[in-house]
């Protein structure tokens, strides 16, 4: 949590906090006039003033027409000046991280957070309870935003939904349906796989394999499907049928072990579409990681890396631990932003908290899309 600055502006915020932190200042109750708290504080009355219109701006007080007050429905000052977070992820320095980890978002809006000079507040929604957090949400936090995993799981979005009735801002990482009556910041997976099936036309690539490792419906792969059929349409190439292929973990304390096995797996699915007829010049890969497999496991029997390339996406494979163990890897991936997504998260609480952001009746919730990048690995 961030320290308290010194200046004259932050001591006149910090009186009016403590003297509300200590029920000196009750809800509702009208404050001191700028020049009284000037005097206390021993400020000019422009720094009073200017301390005063922050605290308007943070929601904590409101201008009538005959001086401000304590909102009536305020909380505590430290919950105001605090945003709650929702993660499964442990949190990690940005310097220790890959822009490409899913993490980075987490670490990308706490960094935002603390720039911003507010606290936060890290919450597992598997160990934590509604009502517990409708009391927290009762002090009136500045926002809730929950990262991808927490806002998808059933723990996590029970306490999103506990939020309905107290008016705190709430954005959330992702675009799954039930997601849909958020303000949220997501990718756009359809377009990024649209983009990679581009750039491997570009390439000299017209038969396109995507090779999946689930089989699920998730809404991200509906997407990634959407944006790879939408492309061959486009660009009057085969649509071919994706392959389903378990690539699940061996039970063995070998990371080489566990790679070779999946190698071997994805071979044996890959034999019949590489000696067919109809064979592929490229396969997608859903990541980095599973593409390093992929491009290995046709290496293993006997493709030249030149007629089939593999692209990947996450521009995580400089994190995967596979890419000691095998000289093949992705051609291509896509970066996510994810340091912008996580900025972008907290810049949205901030939008829709500020008292001049005014949202239309029965308007629909706030998405914002984060553009990504194509990200060529050959070079």
């Not at 909380?75 to 980075?104: A, N, Q």
């Not at 491997?200 to 490792?213: E, F």
């Amino acid at each position: 949590m961030t320290a308290f600055s010194s200046s004259p502006r932050e001591r006149v915020k910090r009186t009016l906090r403590d003297w509300i932190d200590s029920g000196q200042l009750s809800r509702g109750e009208k404050l001191p006039s700028e020049r009284e708290l000037a005097k206390i504080c021993q400020v000019a009355r422009m720094t009073a003033r200017a301390a005063l219109v922050e605290l308007e701006e943070e929601n904590l007080i409101k201008r009538g027409k005959v001086g401000r007050r304590l909102k009536p429905d305020s909380g505590s000052w430290l919950m105001t000046s605090t945003i709650i977070i929702l993660s499964h992820e442990r949190f990690i320095d940005l310097d220790k991280l890959h822009s490409g980890d899913e993490t980075y978002v987490l670490a990308s809006a706490v960094h935002k957070i603390e720039k911003y000079g507010l606290h936060f507040l890290s919450l597992n929604p598997s160990v934590s309870d509604v009502d517990s957090f409708k009391r927290m949400l009762a002090e009136k936090p500045r926002g809730v935003l929950a990262t991808y995993s927490a806002a998808e799981s059933l723990r996590g979005q029970a306490l999103l939904a506990s939020e309905k009735g107290h008016r705190v801002p709430v954005v959330v990482h992702g675009n799954a349906p039930p997601l849909d009556k958020y303000n949220r910041v997501a990718s756009d997976q359809s377009q990024g796989s649209k983009d990679i099936v581009h750039w491997l036309v570009a390439n000299g690539r017209k038969r396109i394999l995507r090779l999946w490792s689930i089989t699920e419906k998730h809404h991200w792969i509906q997407q990634r499907d959407s944006g790879y059929e939408a492309a061959v349409r486009e660009l009057g190439i085969p649509l071919l049928q994706k392959v389903h292929v378990p690539l699940n973990r061996l039970n063995s304390q070998s990371l080489e072990d566990d790679f070779n096995h999946r190698v071997r797996v994805v071979a044996g699915y890959l034999l019949e579409h590489i000696n067919g007829p109809g064979r592929p010049d490229a396969i997608m890969a859903l990541n980095d990681m599973e593409a390093g497999i992929i491009a290995t496991a046709c290496s293993f029997l006997g493709v030249d890396p030149d007629d089939i390339i593999v692209s990947g996406y996450d521009n995580l494979w400089k994190d995967s631990p596979f890419r000691f163990l095998t000289q093949r890897q992705p051609s291509v991936t896509v970066d996510k932003n994810n340091a912008k997504l996580g900025e972008e998260l907290v810049r949205l609480i901030f939008d829709i908290s500020s008292p001049d952001f005014q949202s239309p009746a029965n308007a629909k919730p706030i998405q914002r899309v984060i553009p990504h990048t194509v990200v060529d690995l050959r070079t």
